[in-house]
């Protein structure tokens, strides 16, 4: 069983669409991250947080993609204008603490029409 | 950037067969990870590598860090159908924290 639960499972949204993905950890963790991974392509860093701030981010993740953790539990990814190369699956993960192991979700599959 | 490269790409062997897949980064190694993923799952941890030299092993699957060669290799002993999957090797880019990059993955496939 994953350690991290992600909903939906699958996402089907129009192009330009708002869309929220979500991750509930089972226990209290103060590092996490969300990964995205293309059909066909590697899984690519998104961004990480920390303490309730992003710590860091990739080039990916441009003004259409924002993260919170609104009520000390869920972690939310939001895409504000979803475009078709947003297709992909969207992973969140945690961390026990510095340099240990990502432990990952299984995963939202996003499919932009 | 940092890349991981790994090979072969795809691998099927025969069940009961030893088989090895490798990882090689462009830049220094600063720790590496093995994960593991089904077609439409998850990533599973596998093992993490953090010094030269260093092999850990977890059932029929080891792992080996070749710090100087920035490589790393995994290698399982007498496949079976449950290690099929996309294993994936790790590594922090520049050690930068959470940035963790991935190369493209090995897709096994053993055969029974």
């Known amino acids: 069983e994953p350690e991290v639960t992600q909903t939906p499972s699958h996402q089907v949204t129009q192009m330009g669409q708002e869309v929220i993905l979500r991750c509930v950890p089972i226990?209290?963790?103060?590092?996490f991250y969300w990964y995205r991974q293309i059909l066909g392509q590697k899984v690519e860093f998104l961004v990480s947080?920390?303490?309730?701030?992003?710590?860091?981010k990739s080039e990916i993740f441009d003004d259409q993609f924002s993260v919170e953790r609104p009520d000390g539990s869920n972690f939310t990814l939001k895409i504000r204008s979803t475009k078709l190369e947003d297709s992909a699956m969207y992973f969140c993960?945690?961390?026990?603490?510095?340099?240990?192991?990502?432990?990952f979700g299984n995963g939202t599959r996003l499919t932009v029409t | 950037s940092q890349e991981l490269e790994q090979s072969p790409q795809s691998l099927i062997v025969q069940e009961g067969k030893n088989l090895t897949i490798n990882c090689t980064s462009s830049?220094?190694?600063?720790?590496l990870y093995w994960y593991k993923q089904k077609y439409g799952e998850g990533l599973i941890f596998l093992m993490m590598?953090?010094?030269?030299?260093e092999e850990k092993s977890h059932e029929k699957i080891t792992a080996k860090l070749d710090e100087k060669k920035q490589q790393s290799s995994l290698h399982i002993t007498a496949s079976q159908p449950s290690h099929a999957g996309i294993y994936l090797c790790?590594?922090?880019?520049?050690?930068?924290?959470?940035?963790?990059?991935f190369g493209k993955g090995t897709k096994l496939s053993v055969k029974p």
């Open positions: 993960a945690r961390e026990d603490r510095g340099n240990s192991p990502l432990h």
């Open positions: 226990s209290n963790h103060l590092y």
């Open positions: 947080f920390y303490n309730n701030e992003i710590s860091e």
């Open positions: 830049k220094t190694l600063y720790g």
């Open positions: 590598l953090q010094k030269g030299g």
């Open positions: 790790g590594a922090y880019d520049g050690g930068s924290q959470g940035n963790l990059i």
